[in-house]
């Protein structure tokens, strides 16, 4: 038993709801990053990123790479401490996937505008299959990369019964850095730029913004926040290190962003925490039932939220209701 | 009419199937050529009878049946589905239940092969009709997440029903592949083991090729038949515009609710088949690459072609071996010092810190045929979306427009 779940062993039930809560939030955060990503995307340039998962692992594998394969800032400084080195390997990993989000815009998605939705959606499962690949095989059969990250299992606080470990906090502060960012951003030239692109593309033409650029600086976003979310995701206790199935983590965002809406920033957020805090809830309080829903039930909770909603709201929580015509 | 394959005085000759005589001529060519593989007696193809390439072939023709039902609903119908791998995985453990050999942990009625498919292409079906509602509610990329939603909650159950689908990770065996009417130790067609048929001796392999070939045959007839029917029309017109169909008196729901049952039948029958034909697959197998597989398929061929269906199958099914072929080719370069030899050293890797791409050993650095295939998948998807949106289908297109005005360029 890890040192969390023996603490929460003799925790009260207040306290245990209340840990699980923070742990619900703090999944919540990992998947509203995630789900960020693919709404700016998606709301820029029209494009639902399935490589949104392969980007993710890409952000993780090149930290992992940085602080636990070559050792990169700490061969250079040698008296840094570790949160520092790990901080710096991140920000530089977190730059790298923003030049390999922009690649794969100029390269596979810029030929592709004006084509229907569906067959851009599909160069990115393309595109996904071949980043993953690529991991796989920096990976080795099965092999998994620690992230070596500065919070470690033991890295945790018990605050009167409720027990937070740190990583957890770190993912909400970061969720928390990130949205404000954002909306700061979005309020710069720049950002009202990338808006005004979304809302009408060649009106925003029309006003000298240079559309390709958005569509570049989207996915350079884009791929910023799935690599903030690889990385989150591949931390103890979410993941064991980098592995092949970082990428499908990933791809449990979506139910979020069906929930929030496909085209909501605000809805990402929404449904990131609402799918997070329902699946580690669910799962806490369905533990006794593993033996008939079968092992591994909880990475279910978001799909199956994810078709109840749609029955109820086809276009989210926040989502624009197409309009139908012919 | 000769000369003038466009030129049609009556509905009937529009309608049918093989309009021109050169389809029907190459259509009949194409059919005896494939009958004659596993013989071996047409030069250039002769290399195909041995087992290895036959087995190919039959997972290819069970394949086409799979990608024909996609091409129903994503092709025909228009409605984006990425969950063809679950649909394919509900046939095959139906037709375990129904065929498989029982055991104390495992379900087995020991039915024969076609109750199993036919079984499983019927609860695929029903779970299809289930699922469409859904495609009514939602469209376009919201259907495609759902779809995918549908692929992880099937790779759960099948994971989690151990009664069923065996072991996880490790998988449990199907029944065998025979064509028996009722009684499977006396089968009517014999076809896992190699014998003689009509005097002329066959590797079982060779056998399943004949008896895939004429099932992969009549479902892609009923598909190319489906298109011109009224149900096939009604597929068409809400593919290009619902609203627009709707208004025309099509009946949106009943319309995809089709679509997703008869794609599903399809999904079905492959995945019983080829699950029966393998003998032995883990409950994995029933991924989303095998869904991504099925869209390249439809994508590389064609979308909402017969003939796209056909050669995307046999392009995605037998580039891995071609792939290996190259790798070998590659290999014996550097092996018999030939001029080629500092190119291939460049391309793949042959021992420990030497560069190359492509690594013959399975695992560890350098990418092995396996991976170099995935990456190839991922690369021709995007090239086929790109550059040529029709396909191979397209391309066949081009080549026949440009030879109709030969010598003369218009």
Do not use: C
């Not at chain 2, 046939?91 to 199993?116: F, I, N, Q």
């Not at chain 2, 999904?267 to 034909?277: E, P």
Request: charge should be neutral; proline fraction near 4%.
């Amino acid at each position: 038993m890890t040192p969390f779940g023996a603490l929460l062993a003799q925790a009260s039930s207040l306290d245990t709801f209340l840990t699980k809560l923070i742990d619900g939030l703090a999944l919540g955060s990992i998947y509203a990053i995630l789900a960020l990503g693919f709404v700016i995307i998606f709301k820029s340039t029209q494009v639902l990123s399935f490589a949104h998962g392969a980007i993710a692992a890409v952000g993780a594998y090149l930290v992992a790479y940085f602080v636990t394969i070559a050792n990169w800032p700490g061969r250079y400084f040698e008296g840094l401490p570790h949160t520092l080195r790990f901080i710096i390997s991140a920000l530089v990993a977190v730059l790298a996937a923003s030049v390999v989000g922009m690649l794969i815009e100029r390269i596979f998605i810029r030929p592709m505008i004006g084509q229907p939705l569906f067959s851009i959606a599909m160069i990115t499962i393309g595109i996904d299959i071949i980043l993953r690949t690529f991991i796989d095989d920096l990976l080795g059969q099965g092999g998994n990369v620690d992230l070596g990250s500065p919070w470690g299992i033991l890295s945790l606080s018990n605050v009167g019964g409720i027990i937070i470990p740190h990583v957890f906090l770190a993912a909400i502060v970061t969720v928390v850095i990130v949205v404000v960012a954002l909306v700061l951003f979005f309020r710069t030239r720049i950002g009202v730029a990338m808006r005004a692109t979304a809302f009408d593309q060649e009106a925003a033409m029309a006003q000298g913004i240079s559309a390709g650029r958005i569509f570049a600086l989207a996915w350079a976003l884009g791929a910023v926040l799935a690599a903030i979310g690889g990385i989150f995701a591949s931390i103890s206790p979410r993941g064991f290190g980098v592995t092949g199935g970082t990428a499908f983590f990933a791809l449990r965002a979506f139910p979020a962003i069906i929930i929030g809406g496909l085209d909501s920033i605000m809805g990402a957020v929404v449904g990131g925490f609402v799918i997070g805090v329902s699946e580690i809830l669910i799962g806490h309080y369905l533990a006794g039932a593993s033996g008939t829903l079968g092992l591994g039930f909880t990475g279910l909770i978001p799909y199956l939220l994810m078709l109840a909603f749609l029955l109820v709201r086809p276009y989210g929580l926040f989502g624009t209701e197409e309009i139908r015509r012919v | 009419m000769r000369g003038r394959p466009l030129l049609h005085v009556d509905y009937e000759s529009e309608q049918s199937l093989f309009p021109t005589m050169a389809q029907k001529v190459i259509l009949t060519i194409g059919a005896l050529l494939a009958l004659s593989i596993p013989v071996g007696v047409v030069p250039g193809l002769k290399f195909l009878a041995s087992p290895g390439w036959l087995q190919i072939l039959v997972i290819a023709l069970i394949f086409m049946v799979g990608a024909a039902g996609l091409n129903i609903v994503t092709g025909m119908a228009g409605q984006v589905s990425l969950g063809h791998a679950f649909f394919m995985g509900v046939g095959a453990y139906t037709a375990a239940a129904v065929s498989g050999h029982p055991t104390e942990a495992l379900w087995g009625l020991e039915l024969p092969m076609w109750l199993g498919a036919i079984a499983g292409g019927l609860v695929a079906a029903i779970l299809g009709i289930v699922i469409a509602p859904t495609a009514v509610r939602v469209r376009g990329l919201y259907l495609a997440i759902v779809t995918l939603g549908l692929v992880f909650i099937g790779q759960h159950v099948f994971r989690n029903w151990n009664q069923v689908s065996g072991i996880p990770e490790l998988g449990r065996e199907w029944g065998p592949f025979q064509l028996a009417l009722w009684d499977i130790d006396g089968p009517a067609l014999d076809l896992s083991t190699d014998g003689e048929w009509f005097g002329v001796f066959l590797p079982h392999e060779g056998k399943a090729f004949i008896f895939m070939l004429v099932v992969a045959g009549l479902f892609l007839l009923l598909s190319k038949n489906l298109a011109r029917t009224r149900i096939g029309r009604a597929f068409a017109a809400i593919r290009d515009r619902d609203v627009a169909a709707e208004i025309m008196g099509v009946h949106e729901a009943k319309a995809k609710t089709q679509a997703f049952a008869i794609s599903s039948f399809y999904a079905g029958v492959a995945g019983a088949l080829y699950a029966t034909f393998l003998g032995f697959l883990p409950p994995e197998q029933w991924n989303l690459f095998l869904s991504v597989q099925f869209i390249a398929i439809i994508l590389i061929g064609g979308a909402g072609t017969t003939i796209g269906v056909v050669l995307g199958t046999l392009f995605v099914q037998l580039l891995p071996r071609l792939v290996e072929n190259f790798t070998g080719f590659l290999e014996e370069q550097i092996v018999g010092e030939t001029w080629l030899a500092p190119l291939a050293d460049l391309i793949i890797k042959t021992g420990e810190g030497d560069f190359g791409i492509l690594s013959l050993a399975a695992q560890g650095p350098g990418l092995s045929i396996f991976q170099a295939n995935t990456i190839l998948y991922g690369l021709l998807i995007a090239a086929f979306l790109i550059f040529e949106p029709l396909g191979l289908y397209g391309i066949w297109l081009r080549i026949r427009n440009y030879w109709k005005g030969w010598p003369f360029t218009y």
